[in-house]
C-alpha cells in the first residue's frame, strides 16, 4: 500500500483554508465547497485546528484560526507594535505592562515595559507562563473554541464562568492567581474578524493595583487594547 503524497495532502488542507477565508464552514459545507469526501475533510479540519489555522465559531462551523493572523502580522512585528503602546499604558497606569501570544498550553511575553521605579512586578521577554493563571490567559482564552478550553480547566485556577464575565466585559482581572501578591489587569487584543492576537497586560502589587480596579485603569487597558489592534491591522 502506497504512503500518501504529502504535497497532496497539503493542496487539501490549503483548499480548506480557502473554503473557509469568507464565510464559516460546517462539515456539509466544506465538503460541497470542496468537493472532499466527508471523512478527509474532518480529518484535515481537525487537524488544522490542532494547529489553531482553524477554530470553532459559537455554532460549531470552522472559521479561520488566530494562528493565520499571527503568521501574518510576524511575532517580532506585533511584538514592537504593543511595545509602543506598552511604555504608554505603563505611564498612565503607573504599573508594568506587558504583552502576551498564545504558543499552544503556555503565553509568552514578547513585550514589556516596566516600571522604573519602586516595587514592580516584571515579567522578561521570552518568558514563558502558564494558560491557566493569571488574568491575561483569562483573556487569552476567553474567545477560543470550548475544545481548547475545557482540557485547561481542570488545573486553573479560574473557571468557566470566569471566562464568560471576560467575554461580557471585555477584560479580566485576576489577585495572587501566579504569585503572591500580585494582582494584574489584561484585555485581550482582536483583529477585524476576532481572532485573538494577544493580549496586554498590566500589572503590579495587590496593595497599590487593588483588589477592583478603578475605570480609569480599565479603560487604559483597553483603549491600548484598541490601539495596538488598529495599528496591527
Not at 50 to 60: I, K, S
Not at 122 to 140: D, F, I, K, Q
Request: hydrophobic share 50%.
Amino acid at each position: 500500500m502506497g504512503q500518501p503524497n504529502p504535497v497532496a495532502v497539503l493542496d487539501k488542507a490549503v483548499t480548506i483554508l480557502r473554503a473557509v477565508a469568507h464565510e464559516p464552514a460546517s462539515l456539509a459545507d466544506l465538503v460541497g465547497r470542496t468537493g472532499l469526501p466527508r471523512a478527509t475533510a474532518h480529518r484535515l479540519a481537525v487537524a488544522l485546528e490542532g494547529h489553531r489555522l482553524l477554530r470553532r465559531t459559537a455554532a460549531g462551523a470552522w472559521a479561520p484560526g488566530p494562528a493565520l493572523v499571527e503568521l501574518s502580522h510576524g511575532s517580532v512585528d506585533l511584538a514592537q507594535v504593543a511595545g509602543r503602546h506598552l511604555v504608554a499604558l505603563r505611564d498612565v497606569s503607573g504599573e508594568s505592562a506587558q504583552f502576551y501570544v498564545r504558543e499552544g498550553g503556555s503565553r509568552v511575553c514578547v513585550a514589556v515595559a516596566e516600571r522604573a521605579h519602586g516595587l514592580r512586578d516584571t515579567v522578561p521577554v521570552g518568558a514563558r507562563l502558564p494558560m491557566t493563571a493569571g488574568s491575561a490567559a483569562h483573556a487569552l482564552l476567553a474567545f477560543a473554541p470550548a475544545e481548547e478550553v475545557t482540557p485547561l480547566l481542570p488545573g486553573a485556577s479560574f473557571t468557566a464562568r470566569t471566562l464568560l464575565d471576560v467575554r461580557r466585559r471585555g477584560w479580566a482581572h485576576s489577585v495572587a492567581e501566579r504569585e503572591a501578591g500580585v494582582a494584574s489587569l489584561s484585555a485581550p487584543v482582536r483583529d477585524p474578524a476576532g481572532a485573538v492576537l494577544g493580549a496586554v497586560s498590566i500589572s503590579g502589587p495587590v496593595e497599590r493595583l487593588g483588589r477592583r480596579p478603578s475605570p480609569e485603569v480599565v479603560g487604559a487597558v483597553l483603549e491600548t487594547a484598541a490601539a495596538i489592534a488598529r495599528a496591527a491591522s
